[in-house]
């Protein structure tokens, strides 16, 4: 005898109308394709920027490797990112990670930890109202791999009370800032990647690098 469970649920009008909707999928490699020499690109550009600035980057922070990765559900639509320059162990974390995510946005985010976190902590609440800032979110997330844009996760640096904000970062032990581009956005066509990466590296260059 069939129960609940084993019955068969009927397709609702909507099912049925994703199930025929093809489109997506035959696009979808051509369009990661393109994510993908735009991420390239940018690690290029990034490279010369970043190389002659070595001696000032945190011991083990890797410039010379870039890591681009693909995933096809970080809750449920696929991204890919890159890794550049990178710097991730226990205790230390020094990396710029450019996400693109289907359906979401193209992120920008510093993830830093370690020995020089207060002074990264300090540098950004003095410099939390210049102009650079006002679009850069701070992560407020158990961890640093949180993406969703929401008030549980993410807050304007700018807003609310500098010192509640720091004793929640030194909590957390990690600190990580994004800009993010949704792909909403009527701009996002025409959006230059590489000149926004690079431009992210030379916002946040008073905190990264004082």
């Excluded at 051509?30 to 010369?48: D, F, G, M, N, T």
């Amino acid at each position: 005898m069939n129960t609940d469970d084993t019955m068969p649920q009927p397709w609702s009008e909507k099912e049925l109308r994703l199930v025929n909707h093809v489109e997506v999928f035959q696009e979808k490699p051509a369009i990661l394709k393109k994510v993908e020499h735009r991420l390239i690109a940018l690690q290029q550009s990034l490279e010369e920027e970043i190389v002659p600035l070595s001696g000032k980057l945190p011991d083990g922070t890797d410039i010379k490797k870039n890591q681009i990765a693909r995933g096809e559900n970080h809750n449920g639509f696929p991204f890919l990112s890159l890794d550049y320059p990178k710097n991730f162990s226990k205790t230390e974390m020094f990396t710029l990670r450019t996400l693109f995510w289907w359906g979401h946005y193209l992120g920008f985010s510093l993830i830093l930890k370690g020995k020089d976190l207060d002074n990264y902590l300090d540098r950004l609440i003095e410099n939390r109202n210049a102009i650079p800032f006002k679009d850069i979110y701070v992560s407020l997330a158990p961890n640093p791999f949180e993406w969703e844009i929401n008030k549980e996760n993410f807050s304007r640096v700018g807003e609310g009370n500098p010192e509640k904000l720091a004793q929640t970062i030194l909590t957390l032990d990690y600190l990580k800032i994004i800009r993010v581009f949704p792909v909403t956005d009527e701009k996002f066509m025409t959006l230059d990647w590489t000149q926004a990466g690079l431009q992210f590296w030379e916002d946040l260059a008073p905190v990264t690098l004082g």
